[in-house]
């Protein structure tokens, strides 16, 4: 049945295509299988289904913050025995003593020279807005040819500010993004399994050597994550809708939920659909100011299209449409169940 319209709505203007997805597909390999390539994707491969681990180890791994993300890797670099040595790069004196209990490094430290000296890999994984300062605090000590990578959750702004600087100090920058996470932060939540059936995004660029791009792939996989490649914009533009978009929604739903504006009795009425639809809002808020400025963009675009959603919506509701708003919720099961198959993915990211 035809929905009558709704004059309230505003029409978004149509967003001009990405320009990497043509009216036509190319083959891509996943494994030893091949299927079509979406927009703006490389291909992705998960080496687990071919029966082939790659040899992997490196002398010294520096990771340039110790939450949960830099954390887990350490953890899970030791547990597989891929890095003679890690070490850690903290912002806090407390820190030093925290991590090294915990043994998600070897080593921790202030210093930045200090914890690039001899690396050759140094993973990036500190909120957005201070990888650029980290990276440029230990360049002087970097050698060439060293590997750089980062866990960032927008990849455009990284790419564009750190690439180059890796370039000029003669080491290698790969852009990449485990999707993997939880609402806990600080090395005391790091587990060396979060990256196990994760999918890690990696970013390359037409400067990206081959060689480092293969090295930091199957770094993620030996980790237990499968890959794809993305440009680092069609990346901002699909997390935007499926990472950020879901956050600022989470944290709105709290906000206005939970405000002490209502009657206490309310709180008392938020049972377990309400915790786990707001479970992301309880991330650390700093780093999601950090994803939601850099990647404002993309998200002031969903944020637009959801809210026009919603608008129609509410529009349903005035006239009582029946069969509209079944057909609304039976859509959106059919949807969120077709893809919860595909899940295999332990994070609760």
């Known amino acids: 049945m035809r929905v009558p319209p709704n004059p309230d709505i505003r029409t978004l203007p149509k967003q001009p295509l990405d320009p990497g997805a043509p009216g036509r597909s190319r083959k891509i390999k996943r494994g030893r299988k091949l299927r079509r390539a979406g927009p703006g994707e490389l291909y992705i491969?998960?080496?687990?289904?071919?029966?082939f681990n790659p040899p992997m180890h490196f002398q010294k791994v520096t990771l340039a913050g110790v939450g949960l993300l830099g954390g887990s890797l350490g953890l899970a670099l030791r547990q597989r025995g891929l890095a003679g040595k890690i070490d850690g790069l903290v912002r806090r004196s407390k820190s030093i003593s925290e991590c090294e209990r915990l043994g998600v490094v070897d080593h921790a430290t202030r210093n930045p020279r200090r914890a690039a000296e001899e690396a050759d890999l140094i993973v990036l994984c500190t909120p957005l807005a201070a990888m650029r300062a980290a990276l440029e605090s230990m360049l002087p000590a970097i050698r060439p040819g060293t590997l750089i990578t980062d866990v960032?959750?927008?990849?455009?702004?990284?790419?564009?500010?750190?690439?180059?600087?890796?370039?000029?100090?003669?080491?290698?920058?790969?852009?990449?993004?485990?999707?993997?996470?939880?609402?806990?932060?600080?090395?005391?939540?790091?587990?060396?399994?979060?990256?196990?059936?994760?999918?890690?995004?990696?970013?390359?660029?037409?400067?990206?050597?081959?060689?480092?791009?293969?090295?930091?792939?199957?770094?993620?996989?030996?980790?237990?994550?499968?890959?794809?490649?993305?440009?680092?914009?069609?990346?901002?533009?699909?997390?935007?809708?499926?990472?950020?978009?879901?956050?600022?929604?989470?944290?709105?739903?709290?906000?206005?939920?939970?405000?002490?504006?209502?009657?206490?009795?309310?709180?008392?009425?938020?049972?377990?659909?309400?915790?786990?639809?707001?479970?992301?809002?309880?991330?650390?808020?700093?780093?999601?100011?950090?994803?939601?400025?850099?990647?404002?963009?993309?998200?002031?675009?969903?944020?637009?299209?959801?809210i026009e959603g919603l608008q129609e919506v509410r529009h349903l509701l005035e006239i009582g449409h029946e069969s509209a708003l079944l057909d609304f919720f039976e859509q959106a099961r059919l949807r969120r169940n077709a893809w919860a198959t595909q899940q295999r993915s332990t994070s609760p990211e």
């Open 152 to 306: 960032g959750s927008v990849k455009t702004t990284v790419v564009h500010e750190l690439e180059p600087l890796a370039i000029a100090a003669g080491a290698h920058f790969v852009g990449s993004h485990p999707m993997a996470g939880t609402e806990q932060h600080g090395p005391a939540a790091a587990r060396p399994d979060l990256f196990a059936g994760a999918l890690c995004v990696l970013t390359p660029t037409p400067k990206t050597s081959p060689s480092a791009l293969r090295r930091v792939q199957d770094l993620w996989q030996a980790v237990g994550a499968s890959t794809l490649r993305l440009r680092p914009e069609t990346h901002d533009d699909l997390v935007g809708r499926s990472s950020h978009l879901p956050h600022i929604v989470a944290a709105e739903l709290a906000h206005y939920v939970l405000s002490p504006v209502h009657r206490k009795e309310q709180r008392l009425l938020c049972a377990t659909g309400f915790r786990d639809t707001t479970r992301v809002a309880s991330g650390p808020p700093e780093i999601w100011r950090d994803i939601a400025l850099a990647n404002r963009e993309n998200l002031i675009r969903v944020l637009g299209v959801f």
């Open 45 to 51: 491969e998960d080496r687990r289904q071919c029966g």
